[in-house]
Antibody, heavy 120, light 109 residues
Framework: EVQLVESGGGLVKPGGSLRLSCAAS????????MNWVRQAPGKGLEWVSS????????YYADSVKGRFTISRDNAKNSLYLQMNSLRAEDTAVYYC?????????????WGQGTLVTVSS | SYVLTQPPSVSVAPGQTARITCGGN??????VHWYQQKPGQAPVLVVY???DRPSGIPERFSGSNSGNTATLTISRVEAGDEADYYC????????????FGGGTKLTVL
């Protein structure tokens, strides 16, 4: 069974940093691209970032480029999102999702999400 | 950047057919994926590559894509289908290729 478990969310002040993690199990993690998708309270889904299986291809939404860094450790079956210079508008539930595409395509399995709140 | 446009809401009576549209410039040339999200839950993929269904998704869910509009069709709608639905494409020509539509709230009357 595919499982994705996010962690690392919490309350952080504007300008602060946070590192999200996503622990994957039930599939060969090193064979799949991975995505981060977020959802602000009461709002729709927003794609944040994608990383290919070998980390050769990395993409970011304009809203986070230069502030967020996606990475992965295939030996640890883990996906990460380093978030710096956080703003109030980054407040959201952050989901990690598996992607069957070679460099990105869609999300076939999702975690339950971790809440990030940016507030003073 | 590529934009996907969905109607904010669609209402349908039980047993009827719901159609949720997703508009985009020449979207027929792209693969469209659809997600269902119920309150307090993570999204679930219900249709991928325009019209394919993941295992476990009822045949009542189908998709089509042509021209400037993709459509998610839900036949014989049930109360349990009430949810938000999002379309999504991967715009491979872009530096920020992941794109979601704004979402459609499906209400079962």
């Amino acid at each position: 069974e595919v499982q994705l478990v996010e962690s690392g969310g919490g309350l952080v002040k504007p300008g602060g940093s946070l590192r999200l993690s996503c622990a994957a199990s039930g599939f060969t993690f090193s064979s799949y691209s991975m995505n981060w998708v977020r959802q602000a309270p009461g709002k729709g889904l927003e794609w944040v970032s994608s990383i290919s299986s070998s980390s050769s291809y990395i993409y970011y939404a304009d809203s986070v480029k230069g502030r967020f860094t996606i990475s992965r450790d295939n030996a640890k079956n883990s996906l990460y999102l380093q978030m710096n210079s956080l703003r109030a508008e980054d407040t959201a539930v952050y989901y990690c999702a598996r992607d069957p595409g070679p460099t990105g395509d869609h999300c076939d399995y999702w975690g339950q999400g971790t809440l990030v709140t940016v507030s003073s | 950047s590529y934009v996907l446009t969905q109607p904010p809401s669609v209402s349908v009576a039980p047993g009827q057919t719901a159609r949720i549209t997703c508009g985009g410039n020449n979207i027929g040339s792209k693969s469209v994926h659809w997600y269902q999200q119920k309150p307090g839950q993570a999204p679930v993929l219900v249709v991928y590559d325009d019209s394919d269904r993941p295992s476990g998704i009822p045949e009542r869910f189908s998709g089509s894509n042509s021209g400037n509009t993709a459509t998610l069709t839900i036949s014989r709608v049930e109360a349990g289908d009430e949810a938000d639905y999002y379309c999504q494409v991967w715009d491979s020509s872009s530096d920020h290729p992941g794109v979601f539509g704004g979402g459609t709230k499906l209400t079962v009357l």
